[in-house]
């Protein structure tokens, strides 16, 4: 099993996310700055890829790269309705993910980050993606909470750890 999260080395996230908006744009860099901040190696479209490179071949690394460890999709609208209707790159992107998702019920490289709920309160998440648990960084009041919540799965140290099964009484 590939147990890097637990050497020494930074844990290497990638991050998918639609170009919804500048002021959204803005959110997803400063969340990818406290990401490498709290020690991960996060790769982003807006520092790692350049002109000249496939923007294809950067989309399947998430997948393809053994280096990457966890991939977190930030879910908007626009995210949301552009993976469903596969178009864009987060169309592209989805036809990757979605594969890998769907092959393994119990996955651990990738998670829904909602960023934006509907009028309703729904969180707005890829149809692939809706019997997922996701961590939520919609609501400022929660956000340093899911923060802390999002950086622990990346590392894979969850809050709760179930303890180990003790002796068989003498009966």
Known sequence: MNDKNNSNENPKLFISYSWSSPDHE?????????????GVNVILDKWDLKEGNDAYAFMEKMVTDPDINKVILICDKEYAEKADDRSGGVGTETQIISQEIYEEVDQNKFVGIVKERDEDGKAYLPTYYKSRIYIDLSDEEEYAKNFERLVRWIYDKPLHIKPPIGEKPYL
């Open 26 to 38: 803005e959110w997803v860099l400063n969340l990818a700055e406290e990401l490498v901040a709290a």
